[in-house]
């Protein structure tokens, strides 16, 4: 059973700081998502990451892949306000090849002005 | 583009009655769609997988005859909850994949449902 696991659950920093959440997950897989949910609004899809050592960025996030180690970051550079939210990372398809995604625990950032 | 409505918002409904909550990809055909549910603080759990003309494939621990769901065209799904009941109240959210080789899922805004 894939099993993917976020750190860390809860993150509060300052406007301004660097800070990196991880996305580690149990078994090989093709694809690493990374998705944003707003209080009470859906998913929004921030980066789809498809092959080993693939780096993606937009704005103040970046988001990589090593597929070796099971693990992916999303680095925040000098974070504002408006990126507070509630990260997800997601992994599919499944070992059967199946599309489904299986979902991180997700990370509730909170940035302080 | 890759945009995915539904409908409705949010419903308020007594126990014991039957919800619908539909699911449309509106610029582009989806073959597979996806229903999830997310309580309050949690992460979100995969409860079907919808393929057009074909029956859903139900994930462990979901209830098929609780949980219907009809995938009738390329565009829109739906998810009947039968016999609703206080612990089925929820955030349902569907989302449908591109066909492209990302097979990137977009997710529709959600339907929080309330069960009296």
């Known amino acids: 059973e894939l099993k993917v696991e976020q750190n860390p659950l809860f993150l509060s920093m300052q406007e301004g700081k660097n800070y990196t959440i991880y996305c580690n997950y149990s078994?090989?897989?093709?694809?690493l998502y990374w998705y944003r949910q707003d209080p009470g609004k859906s998913l929004e899809s921030l980066f789809v990451?498809?092959?080993?050592?693939a780096v993606k960025q937009e704005g103040r996030l970046m988001a990589s892949l090593d597929t070796k180690a099971r693990l992916s970051t999303l680095h925040i550079t000098a974070a504002v306000h408006d990126l507070s939210a509630t990260y997800f990372c997601?992994?599919?398809?499944?070992?059967?090849?199946?599309?489904?995604?299986?979902f991180g625990t997700g990370t509730r950032l909170t940035i302080i002005p | 583009g890759a945009v995915v409505s539904q409908h409705p918002s949010w419903v308020i409904c007594k126990s014991g009655t039957s919800v619908k909550i539909e699911c449309r990809s509106l610029?582009?055909?989806?073959?597979?769609m996806f229903w999830y549910r997310q309580f309050p603080k949690q992460s979100l759990m995969l409860m079907a997988t919808?393929?057009?003309?074909?029956?859903?494939?139900?994930e462990q621990g979901v209830e098929k005859d609780k949980f219907l769901i009809n995938h009738a065209s390329l565009t829109l799904s739906t998810l009947t909850v039968t016999s609703a009941h206080p612990e089925d109240s929820s955030f349902y959210i569907c989302?449908?994949?591109?066909?492209?080789?990302?097979?990137?899922?977009?997710f529709g805004p959600g339907t929080r449902l309330t069960v009296l």
């Open positions: 919808s393929n057009e003309g074909s029956k859903a494939t139900y």
């Open positions: 997601a992994v599919g398809p499944d070992n059967f090849g199946n599309e489904k995604l299986t």
């Open positions: 990451l498809l092959s080993n050592g």
């Open positions: 989302s449908a994949s591109t066909s492209d080789n990302t097979d990137t899922q977009y």
């Open positions: 078994t090989t897989s093709d694809r």
């Open positions: 610029d582009f055909q989806a073959t597979t």
